[in-house]
Each structure stands twice: as structure tokens, then as C-alpha cells.
């Protein structure tokens, strides 16, 4: 009975040893998941801050471009202003026909595409709301394929009436010249 008892005792102690064990890998575990997670969310704020110095340097780049490209354009338009008033054609005046017309498409181009290609941060999203941006991007794509659709049929119905138009045209200027020499061979 004694060394029943001694037995039982010493499994008991090899129990709680064993749990004591387990107990410390789990807290180690949970720890190392702790530190891992902090690790992985301070690399996605270091990627995403700099992604945000590479778009704001491609920003950056892109308007010191274009600043550029108009100080360049308007130092050639100097130069021809200059040579022009040297020649003595102070009352001729030339102008580009489109040059303004063409940056001001290309500003409308320019804002329509901003409105239209958002900026998509979902970095810190939680799952419903990553499913609730999903379904808004969906929405959005259905809407643009819809307007595409649309004018893909109204390019195709005014080309369609443009050819028609066209084979009217045609035949009313083939009966026109048809009569005109029945005409001339009458008199």
C-alpha cells in the first residue's frame, strides 16, 4: 500500500512537472507569437511609409517635369515672340492653334483619371470591412463596364448612321450628276 501510495505519489509530481513544462513552452509560444506579430506590423509600417516616399518622390518627379517641360515651352515661345518682333511683324501674330486646347484635354484627362483611380489603402483593414471594400471596388468596376458598354453602342450606332449617311450622299450625287447630263444632251 506504501509503495502504491510513493508511486502514486511520484506520477502525480511527473504530472505537474510535465504541466509546469508545457505551461512555460505555451507562454514562450504566446510570447514569441507576440513579438512576431509586433515585428510583422512594424515591417508593414515601414513598407507603407515608404511607398508613401516613393509616390510622393514620383509626385515630386513628375511636377518638376512638367514644370520644366512649360518653363521650356514658354522660353521657346519668348524666343519666337522675340525673333518675330526682330523681323518687324509686330502686327502679324501667330498662334499655335491646339497648343492650349491640347493641355486643357490634358488636365480634363488628368482630373477625370485622379477622381476615377482611387488610392486603395487596406493595409489595416479587418475582414468585414476588406469584404465591404471589395464589394464597393465590384460595384464600381460594374459601373464602368456598364458605361463602356454604353459607349461602345453609341460608337457603333453613330458610325453605323455616319455610313448611311455617307451612302445617301453618295447616291444623291450620283442622280444629281445623272441628271444634269440627261439635261445637257436635251437642249
Known amino acids: 500500500m506504501e509503495k502504491d501510495l510513493t508511486e502514486l505519489q511520484t506520477l502525480i509530481e511527473a504530472h505537474f512537472e510535465s504541466r509546469k513544462k508545457e505551461e512555460e513552452e505555451l507562454i514562450n509560444l504566446t510570447d514569441r507569437i507576440e513579438k512576431r506579430r509586433s515585428e510583422r506590423a512594424e515591417q508593414m509600417r515601414i513598407r ?3 511607398e508613401k516616399e516613393r ?8 511636377a518638376r517635369k512638367e514644370e520644366e517641360e512649360f518653363k521650356k ?10 525673333v518675330l518682333t526682330n523681323l ?5 501674330k501667330t498662334e499655335k492653334k491646339g497648343g492650349p486646347k491640347k493641355k486643357t484635354e490634358r488636365e480634363k484627362k488628368r482630373a477625370i483619371l485622379s477622381e ?35 459607349l461602345q453602342y453609341q460608337h457603333s ?8 449617311l455617307r451612302n445617301r450622299v453618295s447616291d444623291h450625287q450620283k442622280v444629281t450628276k445623272g441628271s444634269r ?5 436635251r437642249k
Open 157 to 164: 450606332r453613330q458610325k453605323y448612321d455616319v455610313t448611311v
Open 48 to 50: 507603407s511609409e515608404k
Open 55 to 62: 509616390q510622393n518622390r514620383i509626385n515630386e518627379e513628375k
Open 88 to 92: 518687324q511683324f509686330s502686327g502679324y
Open 181 to 185: 447630263s440627261k439635261r445637257g444632251l
Open 116 to 150: 476615377r483611380r482611387r488610392e486603395l489603402n487596406i493595409d489595416n483593414l479587418k475582414e468585414d470591412k476588406l469584404r465591404e471594400k471589395a464589394s464597393e471596388l465590384w460595384k464600381q468596376i460594374h459601373q464602368l463596364e456598364a458605361e463602356k458598354f454604353d
Open 73 to 82: 515651352k514658354a522660353e521657346d515661345d519668348a524666343k519666337k515672340k522675340k
